[in-house]
Structure formats: structure tokens, C-alpha cells
């Protein structure tokens, strides 16, 4: 079965930085696409980073040049590095894994997916 559990979200300022993880269990996970989502109160699930098995990447326009999405394939991790935030990366962000092919960003490609952590920035 596959696992997928999130952590490192919680309260910043404005121009600060936090690193999410996702615990990935159940598979390897460098066998499939990963991303990481996020939804905000009153808004559709948007997909901000995706990375697939060969390290090509994806981002949302809003978080290019802010965000990092990397793994570390020793210990089944992914992360989300992420500077510069700003009010409106508030959210719940969620980590997403699909079965193989390029990086995503569409919810609908995504089958498994995590609970969620809060990130907050306030002005």
C-alpha cells in the first residue's frame, strides 16, 4: 500500500523560508512522479512542483525561482524547499505520487496522496 505523509509546514513571515517533507512508504518512490500541491481556503487543489524519476522538474509560475523540489532517494523522501514566501502561499500543501511518466501538475494525474500539512505566512 502506498504511504505518503507530510511534514514541516507551520507559521512564517513574509519573506521567510520552511522545508516540507514526504515520507514516501510502500513503493520506491524514485519509480514515480511526484508533486506537491496545495489548497487554499475557497480554491481548487493547484499543483505547485513536480519531479519525475530521471529529476525533470515542474513548477507553477507563482513559485518558479522561490520553490525547490528535490528527493532523496536513501530514504524515500521528497521535499519542497521553499524561500521567499509570501501571504498568498498560504495553504495546505500535499504531496502526490502517479505511476511513471513526466512531470505534473494536473490533480487528475496524481492516485495516491498525502494528508496534508498547514503553511502559513502572514504579512
Known amino acids: 500500500q502506498v504511504l505518503l505523509e507530510e511534514s514541516g509546514g507551520g507559521s512564517v513571515q513574509a519573506g521567510g523560508s520552511l522545508r516540507l517533507s514526504c515520507a514516501a512508504s510502500?513503493?520506491?518512490?524514485?519509480?514515480?512522479?511526484m508533486a506537491w500541491f496545495r489548497e487554499a481556503p475557497g480554491k481548487e487543489r493547484e499543483g505547485v512542483a513536480s519531479i519525475d524519476f530521471d529529476g525533470n522538474t515542474d513548477y507553477a509560475d507563482s513559485v518558479k525561482g522561490r520553490f525547490t523540489i528535490s528527493g532523496e532517494i536513501a530514504k524515500n523522501t521528497l521535499y519542497l524547499q521553499m524561500n521567499s514566501l509570501k501571504p498568498e502561499d498560504t495553504a495546505m500543501y500535499y504531496c502526490?505520487?502517479?505511476?511513471?511518466?513526466?512531470?505534473?501538475?494536473?490533480?487528475?494525474?496524481?492516485?495516491?496522496w498525502g494528508q496534508g500539512t498547514q503553511v502559513t505566512v502572514s504579512s
Open positions: 502526490a505520487a502517479n505511476l511513471g511518466g513526466p512531470p505534473e501538475l494536473e490533480v487528475d494525474e496524481y492516485n495516491y
Open positions: 510502500g513503493y520506491r518512490y524514485n519509480h514515480y512522479t
